[in-house]
Every structure is written in structure tokens, then in C-alpha cells.
Nanobody
């Protein structure tokens, strides 16, 4: 069974940076499209995804501020977050785009305005 473990969350000031990591075990990400999602009360939204070739794609909410990357050798996906804003406060999750694996615990990010 595939397990996802997100890490790297924490508190940040507006304008600051954080880097999230997602370690995947029990399955290979090499041939999968991976994504980062974030959840605020009552809503989980996709914010960035990365193709097998390493090309990243972003929603307007995070474009030009966040960078998604992957390391297939480490079976991990990353999200470099810069210029953080209060509205980035959320719990962040990684997952395969489709079909979803069982969700991990998430990484909580709190941005002080």
C-alpha cells in the first residue's frame, strides 16, 4: 500500500519561504503525475502538479511563487514556496493526480500577515 508523508510545514511570516517535502513509500512515482493540494475548511484544492518529464504546472493562486519538483530516485516530490501570503495558510498534501492514493497526514503551513 502506498504511503505519503508530507513534511516541512510550519509558521512563516508574510513574504517568507518554506519548502515542503513528500516522501512516497510502497510504490514508485517515476511514471506518475504528482500534485500538491491544500486544504482550508471545507475545501481541498489542487495548486500544482508535475508531469513525468518534470514540467510543473500551477494554478493562478500560486503561479510565480511556488515551484514543484520531483526526485524519482528518492521517490519524493517537493514544493518550494516563496513570497508567502496569509491566504497560503492551509494544510498541504501531495498525491498522485489520478487515481488518488490514500492521503497522508499533510503539512500545516501558517502564514502570519
Amino acid at each position: 500500500q502506498v504511503q505519503l508523508v508530507e513534511s516541512g510545514g510550519g509558521d512563516a511570516q508574510a513574504g517568507g519561504s518554506l519548502k515542503l517535502s513528500c516522501e512516497v513509500s510502497g510504490g514508485s512515482i517515476r511514471l506518475t503525475r504528482m500534485a500538491w493540494y491544500r486544504q482550508i475548511p471545507y475545501k481541498r484544492e489542487l495548486i500544482a502538479y508535475i508531469f513525468e518529464d518534470g514540467s510543473g504546472h500551477y494554478t493562478d493562486a500560486v503561479k510565480d511563487r511556488f515551484i514543484i519538483s520531483r526526485d524519482n530516485a528518492k521517490n519524493a516530490v517537493y514544493l518550494q514556496m516563496s513570497d508567502l501570503r496569509f491566504e497560503d495558510t492551509a494544510v498541504y498534501y501531495c498525491n498522485q493526480i489520478s487515481p488518488h492514493w490514500e492521503w497522508g497526514p499533510g503539512a500545516r503551513v501558517t502564514v502570519a500577515s
